[in-house]
């Protein structure tokens, strides 16, 4: 792909990718996130009717991360046909290397007053392992949050993409990767905590970790790089690059017989997706305030996929709706009702995959179609979503 | 303990009438106040009289032996006092009783010296067990009493367990030759404890040998090796027998998926429930027999067979009735749709019997097992595991290789529509096949309720292990199956031997994926025309 001479620059065609009504709906949102939150959270008293509560900034703010792992997750799933069952890992890996820059913001205020972090102390080690080196640098925490997992995943993905292992069989081996990965984190030996992980954070960057501006930065941040991630996402899979990635998912052997080679394709998408997920654990741990290996568990990342069945695969404010609307339901379910939370979920799979295969946003769009044009096919779903994701 | 003690005064009260009496005069250091004077008197107290010094020797462990004034005597049941030499009760029980305490070293000395009266018991399985209990601990005090057993005993197993334990009581005796003898017979020892007594006589302690005789050293350095070959011998038969036990109990597991995935290619993440709804029915089986057949409680296993297989198949056909069947041909809703049914039957068991683990028992006949070697100990439970697993493999072997549905279920997985055209039910054969799947898994659910935790989340456990199983041995094979998850048990134990448990799990899996990438078709490849791409 040779750059034509007349091309317009990177930065407009990325805003080129959302419409008007896209661009409206973001700012909106980012209005909401980023003003209407502080002042609603800091400046109104907390007897006001329109106050906002730490509470509910956590858990938005929490959901707001999960959001930009659907995406990631649709991007692949919903646009390559790919089901990983592995993302827990790479939000959680994510998670952790953002974290060891938070265990050492600690410094002496742990309970052992120790320069090392407190398990290490309780490990009685008597030095930071050679992995930790750097951990007090924030910018240091930045890279390894995007370069670890992404490293994990381009080694990965290219061995098993190579050797053209597909649909279930992917799916499988990613899960036997995050599980295994659980297993060596859940060590003391491995230098992650073990059990408990991280967790008792002080400050960030200097400032308290609790503190209600630290929060509603974090909260900002959080809808800014949610608002991002839909903007990349909707620019590739508008772009040349989604189109081949569609074709991938639909009919891999043709695409491969017309001369591309999905082997990069799918590669580029996989690894990106990791990041994006990093991404997403690292704004999470800071404001959730804790991580630890169970994260990486096999059923975390299946509830991801699920997420993005709820809301739409193969749309991308589909998988955004979906982590509100299952996550929302499990807050209000397990404090509830917490016996009810697994039957209602174990639903949820059955039905989402039984009835909704386009999810809520097909379902409304099938819906409007119907609405709209009464003389055509009945349940005849739209063009945007027409075909059907499978392996 | 009551009912022991109670037991102990009836013996007795039978006793005293028959025995003669012991002299007091050997009974009165007992009470002494120094641990050696003791020991020497316990000693004595067996020499002299091996027969009556039993139950005084007994009473003084369990610490009801007391001193009354100048006269030793045994407490019974009740506040009833005998009197330890002649075994009479005494009426009234007479004041100022004071029991004799003992310490460590000296309850140590007693229950040698319990062993080794034993060793003169009519009977021989209580002779054995004396035996080998001497064999733990003998020590050079012993010798005149072992040589009077070795000269009474007829039998010849344990007349070899009591040669060993006279060869390590005269290891320590000053004549050399004794030594030598001694060495030489130790060498047909496989135990690690004899390795560890014998490991001195080879060393030297600053410049002078442990041992001043050079034959004996030689000796004991042959006898040294000959025990360590043993016992690498035993140590690697342990871990390839725990290694086909732990594959024996992988098997169990991915059976049932090897028909659900591997045949049909319904990817059922649901597998590791069905797992659970097995053993919780050899729970309640055991439940049902505890409560209306408490006499054949040691049989609950066998009736959990039958209700393990049909409860867990009928969850299997309804999952396939109402859920499964509408997603065949896409395997990755399968994944999900059956991940939600996991989630729920799950929570069933935890509304059910409670979010605890349940206690299952392993039936008295499963308990114990076969001692190989002294180092080596083949427990009952897992042998019989490892058989029902062969059990079940060839049942399901033959169900699908000589029963009219396997032959159906060949045909349906093989070509459908052709299948369809002559006549076969292919909608039920689904569901039937599915439903076999799932009261294998019901099987293996039954067998590990006998060595694993039960409770809802049990299932879970089990889930990753069985694909890694199936996808090793590639797909639509049950031979492939059963060489993957015997390959993984044994070198699992293997690598588990110098890594321990955590990481070789890890090591296994990441070779998996690994391998995987090598061979995506698994170790045994189909060939021919079912080979998809």
Redesign the interface.
Known sequence: MRPSPARTPFIVRLGASFDARGWRLSGLFAAFALIAVPVMHLALPADHPLHLSTWFITLVGKILCYAIVAVAMDLIWGYGGI?SLGHGLFFALGGYGFGMYLMRQIGRDGSYQSDLPDFMVFLDWKELPWFWVGSDSFLWAVLLVLVVPALIAFV?GY??F????K???F???T???T??AM??F??NETGFGGNNGFTDFKRILGHPITAPETRVVLFALSALALIGTLLLARYLVRSKFGRVLTAIRDAE?RVMFIGYNPLWYKLFVWTLSAMLCAVAGALYVPQVGIINPSEMS??NS?EI??WV?VGGRGTLIGPVIGAFLVNLAKSWFTVSFP??W??F??????V???YL?QGVVGLWLRLRARRRGKGAAAGEPPAAVAKGV?? | MHKLRLLLAICLLGISCAQAAIDPELLKPLADDDSDRRIAAILALVEAAPEEAQPVLKAMAEDSLALAGERVVILGEGGRVFDAASKRELTPPPAGVETIGINNRVRRELASALAALRLFSAERAVRWQAAQEVNQNADAKMLPLLERALAAEQDAAIRARLQLARAQASLGSSDADVRLDAVRTLGESSDPRVRQLLLPLTQKQGDDWLEPDSAVRAAAGTSIRSIEQRLAWADNLGRAFTGLSLGSILLLAALGLAITYGVMGV?N?AHGELLMVGAYSAWAMQSVFRAHLPGALDWYLLAAIPVGFLSAALVGVLMERI?IR??Y?????????T?????????VA??LFGAQNVEVANPGWMAGGVELLPNLLLPWNRIIIVAFSIAVLVAMWAILNLSRLGMFVRAVTQNRPMAGCVGVPTGRIDTLAFGLGAGIAGLGGVALSQIANVGPDMG?GY??DS??VV?LGGVGQLAGAVWAALGLGVFTKFLEGWTGA??A??VV??L???F???R?QGLFALKGRFVE?
């Open positions: 089901l990965f061995f098993a190579r050797s053209r292992i649909g279930v069989y799916s499988i081996i899960q036997a990767l599980y295994a297993l060596l859940f060590r052997s096999v059923g299946i996929a699920i069945a016996e009810y697994l039957f979920l174990g639903t949820l799979f059955i989402a995959t039984l295969p499978g392996a | 990817i993440m859920v509408h997603l041909g896409r395997p990755l809703e399968t994944l999900l749709a991940w939600g049914i996991s989630l729920f039957l799950m929570q935890r509304t879970q889930i990753v694909f890694m996808v955590v990481v799990k890890i899996l990441v998996i994926i690994v995987i990438q090598k995506p791409s």
